[in-house]
T-cell receptor, first 112, second 112 residues
Framework: NAGVTQTPKFQVLKTGQSMTLQCAQD?????MYWYRQDPGMGLRLIYY???????DKGEVPNGYNVSRLNKREFSLRLESAAPSQTSVYFC???????????FGPGTRLTVL | DAKTTQPPSMDCAEGRAANLPCNHS???????VYWYRQIHSQGPQYIIH???NNETNEMASLIITEDRKSSTLILPHATLRDTAVYYC?????????????FGSGTQLTVLP
């Protein structure tokens, strides 16, 4: 996970609360991604950003917003958390022309 | 991206070669085969990728059949630390951001 950091590592929210998950990279890559992983499931893409200032929806964007204000950081915001958003959230960056993505350690979110 | 099919689970004895199969019968000519793995509770880790030639790196070897409809990831001397879920992904590489579609993967258990 070297080069991709995520904060916080763990978070418990009540339904309706808001929070922002932070992701930062120190490798100067353009493309960044947010995935979620539910228990026993593969990863699903929420949003991605091809470059600073641009974002695009992935497979499961509903209930989330993202922000890519600079090349280094890509944040994911839950405006009104729901129990269905209980999951592990992974940030990733894309290195090079191939689809080699490097993932952060994850944020474990529980919504009660 | 082409759909991939993997067995849900496999066992391998420590020190032996682990051969993980993947079927991608509808893969198109410009789609690469990628392998990632996810050790429990960690972010996915890139292993290897290839187009049509066999590939080898310090982690594994990738054997792609001549018709490209299937491939095999080989871990030459499996260790207990190789116990993980292994994901086979078919994806068309490009210079821009692209979504990786993670399926359910194969749970490899390396037995002592």
């Amino acid at each position: 996970n070297a080069g991709v950091t995520q904060t916080p590592k763990f978070q418990v929210l009540k339904t309706g609360q808001s929070m922002t998950l932070q992701c930062a990279q120190d490798m100067n890559h353009n493309s960044m991604y947010w995935y979620r992983q539910d228990p026993g499931m593969g990863l699903r893409l929420i949003y991605y950003s091809a470059s600073e200032g641009t974002t695009d929806k992935g497979e499961v964007p509903n209930g989330y917003n993202v922000s890519r204000l600079n090349k280094r950081e890509f944040s994911l915001r839950l405006e009104s958390a729901a129990p269905s958003q209980t999951s592990v959230y992974f940030c990733a960056i894309k290195r090079g022309a191939a689809d080699t993505q490097y993932f952060g350690p994850g944020t474990r979110l529980t919504v009660l | 991206d082409a759909k991939t099919t993997q067995p849900p689970s496999m066992d391998c004895a420590e020190g032996r070669a682990a051969n993980l199969p993947c079927n991608h019968s509808t893969i198109s000519g410009n789609e690469y085969v990628y392998w990632y793995r996810q050790i429990h509770s960690q972010g996915p880790q890139y292993i290897i990728h290839g187009l049509k030639n066999n590939e080898t790196n310090e982690m594994a070897s990738l054997i792609i059949t001549e018709d490209r409809k299937s491939s095999t990831l080989i871990l030459p001397h499996a260790t207990l630390r190789d116990t993980a879920v292994y994901y086979c992904i078919a994806s068309r590489s490009s210079g821009s951001a692209r979504q990786l579609t993670f399926g359910s993967g194969t749970q490899l258990t390396v037995l002592p």
